[in-house]
């Protein structure tokens, strides 16, 4: 075994070689892009002193499948920071600083369903908080933890029972877009972890390469360089799911730490320009040279996180609310390993 890891891991080190170098050929190419909103494919991103109100949101979530029954447990959280020449010089939190948690119980759920059930589940709390605390402090700048829109993944089928949950959470989010944009409030989604190969595809008449965006722009950005700004792709379905909007929405990605793998932002058109939002963003996230995310996104995390006891207790109460009729799954109760 040892041997086979060894042989995999060399592999891997040979593999992010190559891509290194072509990363460093794209850079010296001096290509543009048709689909790219401009003309360098890498920018350098300057940091800036920030003295205004943003604010950021995020949900948590638990969830437990029972014989015929799936629970779910959330809440939402907003933060708002008040920074003046780069310092906190206040906080704020909505709906509090340890909301009551909300429940969701389904029945008759297939193996994808329980999926969607927990994306759709957790998104129209975000959304909805999100909206509530843009009306209540009216920053200037508000963060979504993820993307700006639904994923792919999280669009059930025409023929599934979240149908009307999948529309309710298109709404929210076109309500969020249009309050934003009348309050005159910048909104960006800060996604960590992006498994998106949008810029791959625009660039691949240059790069010959089969990876993440952001496993091959680790090796083109260096710290304080972001991506040029570029859209989703217009047959995307999510896309067209929230029209007007979703053609509005841009993306680009950057790096603010040399130990950390690049952020990807997803933003609408605002009164700041794609250089002033991408060097809010730089100083926001700059706070370690090994994890790059800005401070009020992992505040509003942390507040948002459910403790493991919480569904542990639901569970019982459950339970004990249903006489004992529902069952746990097999897997989860055998006698023996």
């Known amino acids: 075994m040892l041997n086979e890891l060894k042989q995999a891991a060399e592999y891997v080190v040979s593999v992010n070689q190559q891509r290194a170098e072509k990363a460093r050929a794209l850079r010296e190419s001096g290509a543009v892009f048709k689909e790219a909103l401009e003309r360098e494919t890498v920018l350098p991103v300057e940091k800036t ?8 949101n995020d949900a948590g979530l638990l969830s437990k499948e029972l014989h015929g029954v799936d629970i779910l447990l959330g809440r939402a959280v907003a933060v708002k920071f008040v920074y003046a020449k780069n310092k906190l010089i206040s906080s704020e939190y909505f709906p509090s600083v340890s909301p009551k948690i909300e429940y969701d119980v389904k029945s008759g759920l297939d193996e994808r369903e329980v999926l969607w059930h927990k994306s759709l589940f ?3 709390l975000e959304i909805k908080n999100a909206i509530s605390a843009v009306e209540k402090f009216s920053p200037e700048l508000f963060l979504l933890d993820g993307s700006l829109t639904p ?8 023929d599934s029972q979240l149908g009307e949950d ?4 298109v709404s929210l989010y076109k309500e969020l877009y249009s309050l ?3 309050k005159g409030v910048a909104l960006a989604g800060v996604i960590k972890d992006s498994r998106g190969k949008r810029f791959m595809e625009i660039v691949k008449g240059k790069v010959d390469e089969n990876c993440s965006d952001s496993v091959f722009l680790h090796y083109l950005l260096n710290a304080g360089e972001r991506t040029f700004v570029l859209n989703y792709r217009e047959e995307n379905t999510i896309i067209k799911d929230l029209s007007p909007w979703g053609r509005r929405v841009s993306i680009f990605y950057i790096k603010p730490s040399k130990n950390d793998r690049p952020l990807r932002i997803e933003f609408l058109p605002s009164k700041f320009s794609f250089n002033e939002l991408a060097s809010v963003l730089y100083t926001l996230s700059s706070i370690s040279s090994s994890y790059a995310y800005p401070a009020i996104l992992i ?5 948002a996180a459910l403790n493991p006891e919480e569904m542990e207790s639901a ?6 609310y249903s006489g004992g009729t529902v069952l746990p799954l097999r897997r989860n109760s055998r006698p023996f390993r």
């Open 166 to 169: 999948y529309k309710e959470v």
């Open 49 to 56: 002193e920030i003295n205004m109100a943003i604010a950021a």
């Open 151 to 158: 994923l792919l993944s999280d669009r059930p089928s025409e």
């Open 299 to 303: 505040e509003a995390d942390m507040r």
């Open 180 to 182: 934003s944009e009348k």
């Open 315 to 320: 569970e019982k109460m459950f339970s004990f």
């Open 122 to 124: 957790r998104l129209k």
